[in-house]
């Protein structure tokens, strides 16, 4: 019993030092880790109006999927960095006179012409090789440079501007978020569109025909008139990867999950950013509470004279190349909380639900905040008692991974009582 007893004291004291010595390093150390859930910047604004230079590169690589494939894929990362999907998101304030230069490595590279395109972004000065639509990077060390200033606020799609119909099926697309200057707690210039900086979240959609992206790696014909889907991913991740934190390390390629945490009744809205890089329209259907759309492709919605033209939506079809601004709040109209439901609601015993192979993101309890009591072998996935609801694609084809459902375009909202615990 002795040995046993210091075999569980052991950890428990490493653990307290391991914590003390986090919390006694000095701020000056380093800057902080990025947040396990919510948009990261790859460039982030800092509220003054400068000159932004990004080095970016054309790289090829692989992601995963929830059933086990792989996927070749094309996309841009940071110069010098590791392989990611999508590109990194590049944050901006407006009137920033951005460079943007683009690399195409001679080995690691993609073996073709790239570019880059800003829609959204006017006055776009580009040298490179001369394309169809702007400069490119030739194959094997060519490169080109893109340079313009951040305009309206909003959320943009950067994308290839070369061969778009395969360029774009491959991966070579990102986002670039315009902040108004100055505010970097609201979406726009209105204060109206302020949020929770803590509680931002990008979505960006894309579809995948895996016998395409076989083509391109094994150097066969591309016949984009052959194409079927069969993978949909948010940020990158197919569900249920899109749940899985930021720079999950099982997922080395694709860093940017899209789980959506909000606190019940929270007195500030958390800011949702859609954005579309695929070639196909996608009904996107957040459950829980409506969103509040404040903007399309980088545009406020008022009227002429200044109006509030904002609206509630449900499901929102996000057109291909199209991006939205929503603003959203779980407000707990049904008080699902501890005090008590003034509807009564009969839950069944826990010996008539049913668990998908004894896994549940059912707390045991009808409340938020609150955690009852599971038998032996279940694995109870809540932390808190929080709530979760679904967000996915109506269209239900793209709700699965290669005909295994469910997956594909799909992630959570998850609903706290901030009252209840820290996760």
Request: aromatic share 10%.
């Amino acid at each position: 019993m002795l040995m046993r007893a210091r075999q569980l004291i052991k950890p428990s004291l490493l653990l307290l030092v391991c914590a003390f010595l986090v919390f006694a390093v000095p701020a000056s150390a380093g800057p902080p880790a990025p947040p396990a859930i919510g948009m990261l910047c790859h460039v982030s604004a800092n509220g003054v109006v400068n000159a932004v230079t990004v080095n970016l590169e054309a790289a090829t690589g692989y992601i995963s999927t929830p059933d086990g494939n792989s996927l070749f894929m094309w996309t841009y990362i940071p110069a010098g960095g590791a392989f990611q999907f999508p590109g990194p998101v590049l944050c901006f304030d407006q009137g920033d006179t951005v460079t943007v230069n683009l690399l195409n490595p001679a080995v690691t590279g993609v073996p073709e012409a790239v570019s880059i395109v800003f829609p959204g972004q006017t006055g776009v000065a580009a040298t490179g090789s001369a394309g169809l639509f702007t400069a490119e990077a030739t194959a094997s060390g060519g490169t080109a440079s893109y340079t313009f200033t951040a305009g309206e606020p909003g959320t943009y799609l950067y994308e290839s501007g070369t061969a778009t119909h395969k360029q774009l099926e491959m991966g070579l697309y990102g986002v670039l978020v315009v902040r108004p200057a100055g505010a970097p707690g609201q979406a726009y210039a209105d204060p109206d569109t302020a949020f929770d900086t803590t509680r931002e979240y990008l979505m960006v959609l894309h579809e995948i025909d895996p016998e395409l992206h076989y083509a391109v790696e094994d150097g066969r014909p591309y016949d984009w008139n052959t194409r079927h889907d069969r993978y949909w991913t948010i940020n990158g991740r197919s569900f249920p990867d899109t749940i899985a934190p930021n720079n999950a390390p099982w997922l080395p390629g694709q860093p940017y999950g899209a789980l959506v945490q909000v606190n019940v009744s929270a007195a500030t809205s958390a800011l949702i950013r859609y954005a579309n890089a695929g070639t196909e329209n996608h009904p996107f259907h957040p459950h829980g509470n409506h969103l509040r759309v404040i903007a399309r492709d980088g545009r406020l919605l008022s009227g002429p004279a200044g109006e509030d033209t904002s609206m509630e939506a449900f499901t929102k079809t996000i057109g291909s190349g199209q991006t939205y601004d929503l603003l959203f709040k779980f407000t707990n109209v049904e008080s699902w909380t501890s005090g008590g439901n003034p509807v009564p609601v009969n839950i069944p015993g826990l010996e008539n639900l049913v668990f998908k192979d004894d896994l549940t993101f059912y707390s045991g309890s009808p409340y938020l905040g609150e955690k009852g009591d599971f038998g032996a072998g279940t694995t109870e996935l809540n932390e808190c008692g929080e709530f979760y609801y679904p967000w996915h694609s109506h269209a239900l084809n793209e709700f699965q991974n290669f005909d295994e459902g469910f997956g594909g375009l799909a992630t959570l909202l998850r609903v706290d009582d901030p009252t209840a615990c820290t996760p």
